[in-house]
C-alpha cells in the first residue's frame, strides 16, 4: 500500500507560479512511475504530466506543455509540478498517482495503483 500526499495549492492570480508536491509513504519510489491528474468541475479528470521510473521518459498534455515541468526527487520520495504561467483555466483539483513498478504509466489513469488525496488550484483572472 502506497499512501501518497499532495500540498502546494491555492489561489493565485493568472500568470502567477505554484509548485505541487506529493510525497509518498513507499520505502522508494525510484521504481514507481508517476503522474499528476487534474479534474475540474464537470470535467473529466485528465492528465497534465507523467513521468517514467527512470525520469527519462516525460508526457505533457498540450494545453500545458511549456509551462508546466514534472520532476522527481527519489531520495525524497517525492513528485513536483512546476507550474508556471497560471491560467484561470488550469482551475481543478489536482492529484498526483503512481504505479508501482520499473514504467512509465502515460496519461491513461486506469494504468495507476494509487492516488492522492487532491489538492486545489485556483487561478483568478
Known amino acids: 500500500q502506497v499512501q501518497l500526499v499532495e500540498s502546494g495549492g491555492g489561489l493565485v492570480q493568472a500568470g502567477d507560479s505554484l509548485r505541487l508536491s506529493c510525497a509518498a509513504s513507499?520505502?522508494?519510489?525510484?521504481?514507481?512511475?508517476m503522474g499528476w491528474f487534474r479534474q475540474a468541475p464537470g470535467k473529466e479528470r485528465e492528465c497534465v504530466a507523467a513521468?517514467?521510473?527512470?525520469?527519462?521518459?516525460?508526457y505533457y498534455l498540450d494545453s500545458v506543455k511549456g509551462r508546466f515541468t514534472i520532476s522527481r526527487d527519489n531520495a525524497k520520495n517525492t513528485v513536483y509540478l512546476q507550474m508556471n504561467s497560471l491560467k484561470p483555466e488550469d482551475t481543478a483539483v489536482y492529484y498526483c498517482a503512481v504505479r508501482p513498478g520499473p514504467w512509465f504509466a502515460g496519461r491513461d489513469p486506469d494504468n495507476y495503483n494509487y492516488w492522492g488525496q487532491g489538492t486545489q488550484v485556483t487561478v483568478s483572472s
Open positions: 513507499a520505502r522508494t519510489l525510484s521504481t514507481y512511475a
Open positions: 513521468i517514467g521510473w527512470h525520469g527519462v521518459s516525460t
